[in-house]
């Protein structure tokens, strides 16, 4: 089962919201913990046994850190003022080792179930190199759907204990919740436990308004999902898999359309995702808010996956740019090179850290650990470049911004995107050089026009649907970009008016979706990561 499939929205959604409306409000979260538990055994059978220990051991571990936080106050508070420095590193030393127990658990499960078998391969290479015969046995069991979105979940919820940013939550139930909501469970968003967890327990009534705008919200996201991202997967699987056929120009095609594709899916998959949170009145936070108006890829990456990103940003390039390397190394930086570049060797320290966590994140692969390196190189880039090229516009009297520089960067960050989705998509880091490769020493621009592109999969009527339904989705982002959103105007438009534009969008979704004969079904994309 999974968000897309008419098995989710025709039955088990409709089905949860029935049962959680009917159930009485005090044990309206009993239920709703039930579907998120029957969701989570459809899509991983036996290995729900992973989340609910991950669930346990979370709410546990942050017990105890709590307790532990509570009597170091009290001890704290009943020691002489000159030695409670001292005492209070002594303490804090404790409280660290517990919520590092609760991070290497939960970090040891998902290296145990995504990096297995990559490790254990990579292990047989170098010992081939090496001339040793010993071979480790290359592990072929299934990760459980979404554990890299709840581990995430866990380290935050104990993280933010461990910090002070807030208190342990001694009520089990709630705590599970936040862990498996089942609209959030397969691709996020990541949710921190203050966004969430109470509003989840508390009950609250499904109403009109939220059943109507959460269900325009999930409509949104089938429409992207099913007119554009699975039709354009014919093409993009087609090259991806054969890609020694093909030259630049087609390999080129496919990047682009991998990138749309992906768009289309991810950020449709988080319209329906947002969209059942609200249907239950849950406010989940917004994944994305139009990358492609990006001007550098550094704003691409607070635009795009935006929970993932600020996750790192909180958990990784924060504590790490605090730590007493990073001061010293900034110290030192400052003195030696001045107060424009002295921060950057600090920074670029922190910086290498997320993108190394990002790339291993997205999957078990050098070709990730690769997209992850290639964002940390052109960040890193453009914060070295930006006095120079600041220095050099002030000189030549260049408007940095007028409209025309703004879509040069734009249109830049774009296909800097495309070549690092290029990678992200390719079979493997050696297939990904060879197609970038391709694009720049063998670019057949003939393949444009000689009807190649109609031969992988998709006809001229697949290509204008996915067109037109790419230019209403730029259309929507550009209203979104300029501060218009069209939820709003539709939900204050009659009733007769409103209805029509809702069942409007359906059709389209029913009649142009890519379903049925001559398309096999897609599995969600991040659901694998």
């Not at 699975?230 to 080129?252: H, W």
Request: hydrophobic residues 50%.
């Amino acid at each position: 089962m999974a968000y897309h499939q008419t098995s989710y929205f025709l039955f088990f959604f409709p089905l949860a919201v029935l049962c959680y409306q009917l159930t009485p409000e005090r044990h309206r979260w009993k239920t709703l913990l039930f579907f998120n538990y029957l969701f989570f055994f459809f899509i991983s059978k036996k290995l729900l046994a992973c989340l609910l220990v991950s669930s346990a051991l979370t709410h546990y571990v942050g017990l105890w850190l709590g307790y532990v936080k509570a009597r170091h106050r009290e001890i704290l508070a009943q020691t002489a003022r000159e030695e409670r420095r001292e005492r209070k590193q002594s303490l804090k030393q404790k409280e660290r080792r517990i919520f590092l127990f609760g991070l290497l658990v939960h970090l040891g499960l998902l290296l145990f179930f995504k990096y297995t078998g990559f490790l254990a391969l990579n292990a047989n290479f170098l010992l081939g190199g090496l001339g040793v015969s010993a071979r480790f046995t290359i592990p072929a069991w299934a990760a459980p759907v979404g554990i890299s979105f709840y581990t995430l979940q866990a380290v935050s919820y104990l993280a933010d204990i461990y910090l002070g940013k807030m208190e342990e939550d001694t009520n089990l139930g709630r705590v599970a919740l936040y862990m498996s909501f089942f609209p959030t469970i397969m691709e996020g968003p990541i949710c921190r436990y203050t966004e969430t967890a109470r509003r989840l327990y508390s009950g609250a009534p499904v109403n009109w308004e939220n059943l109507t705008r959460g269900s325009q919200r999930m409509i949104w996201g089938f429409f992207k999902k099913l007119v554009i991202a699975d039709r354009l997967d014919i093409l993009v699987k087609t090259v991806f898999n054969g890609y020694v056929q093909y030259d630049g120009a087609v390999v080129a095609a496919a990047a682009l359309g991998y990138t749309l594709q992906l768009y289309a899916e991810f950020s449709g998959c988080m319209d329906i995702v947002i969209g059942s949170g609200e249907v239950f009145g849950i406010k989940l936070p917004e994944n994305f808010r139009q990358p492609f108006f990006s001007r550098t890829a550094s704003e691409f990456w607070t635009r795009w996956h935006i929970t993932l990103g600020a996750w790192f940003r909180d958990y990784i390039f924060y504590p790490v740019s605090m730590s007493g390397f990073a001061k010293k190394l900034n110290r030192n930086g400052r003195k030696r090179l001045g107060p424009v570049y002295g921060g950057i060797p600090a920074a670029a320290c922190a910086l290498f850290a997320v993108w190394l966590c990002n790339g291993i994140w997205h999957g078990s692969g050098w070709h990730y650990i690769f997209f992850g390196l290639y964002y940390f190189v052109l960040i890193l880039a453009g914060n070295i470049l930006e006095p120079a090229v600041k220095e050099f516009s002030e000189r030549r009297g260049i408007d940095r911004a007028c409209a025309a520089y703004r879509m040069w960067q734009r249109i830049r960050t774009f296909l800097l995107v495309i070549f690092g989705e290029l990678f992200f998509r390719a079979v493997s880091l050696r297939a990904g050089f060879v197609m970038a490769g391709k694009m720049f020493a063998n670019f057949l621009p003939a393949s444009f026009t000689n009807g190649t592109l109609l031969k992988l999969g998709l006809d001229g009527k697949d290509f204008t649907v996915a067109a037109c339904a790419l230019l209403l989705v730029f259309v929507v982002d550009y209203l979104h970009e300029r501060g218009f959103h069209i939820r709003d105007k539709v939900a204050g438009w009659r009733l007769p008016l409103r209805w029509c534009v809702y069942y409007g969008a359906i059709a389209l979704v029913i009649v142009f979706g890519a379903y049925g004969a001559g398309y096999a079904p897609v599995e969600l994309i991040y659901a694998g990561f």
